[in-house]
């Protein structure tokens, strides 16, 4: 006779965490979600079971550092030096640019990124990376500022941020600009971060067929991204829960 198997419960469980995850969480993740399940296992079990399931996430591949660049002479200081954790929220925002193609044609986002809690503050997409796309999503993001809050904001060097436009935004609401040193895509490590983990777990291995229905799975992805993606910066907590909890404390 057949024994029964010993992980049957477990395995069970690991596929259903997968599953609610969309496949885009990796064995340590899913230990996550076990252990506040009430699982007590050790991450090398849930690997081993994982690929016993056939159940594997992505791996995420090299990002292509990208800008639009502007004039040299409009840049701002590199204020924020790689210092990439906030103790509250609202003090520090990260913005940059990325491109999609979806068949013939492009999307592009802009999202306004709080080092706080890694959330997406505000977001713009639009068909090509202009002053209107950055400018739309930093608009956004300053509706959101409780009164007396003044973050400083980083981004690349593109021409978006060099702008008039986008630095009278900044001083009217009386935002500090900092900006990365020129090509150097570590200086704004969090946003091509965000943007890496994008493109792995919704991009990179679907299909849209149309530019309308991709960015219907991105809002969807967006807003799971805020209210239940499991961080591990922020200790295995989704953004939406770490500012909870620790706001609370």
Known sequence: LDRPDPHAGLKAAIAEAFEAARGRY?????????????????????????????????VRRPRRCRSWPGRPGTTAPNLLNRQFNADAPDTTWVTDVTEFRIRDRKLYLSPVIDLFDRSVV???????????????????????????????????????YQHASWRTLLADAGLTQSMSRRATCLDNAVAENFF???????????????????????HDYIDWYNTTRISTTLGDLSPAEYRAQTLAA
């Open 122 to 160: 505000a977001y713009a997409c639009g068909p090509s990376p202009t002053l209107e796309l950055t400018n739309s999503s930093l608009r956004a993001a300053i509706a959101t500022l409780p009164a007396g809050a003044r973050p400083l904001v980083h981004s690349d060097q593109g021409f978006q």
């Open 196 to 218: 890496g983990h994008l493109k792995e777990e919704l991009f990179h291995h679907n299909t849209f067929d149309t530019v309308d229905t991709f960015t219907t799975a991105l």
């Open 26 to 58: 990796g064995h340590r993740r899913i230990h996550a979600v076990l252990a506040r399940d009430g699982w007590r296992v050790a991450k090398k079990t849930v690997r081993t079971l994982m690929n016993a399931l056939g159940l594997a996430c992505q």
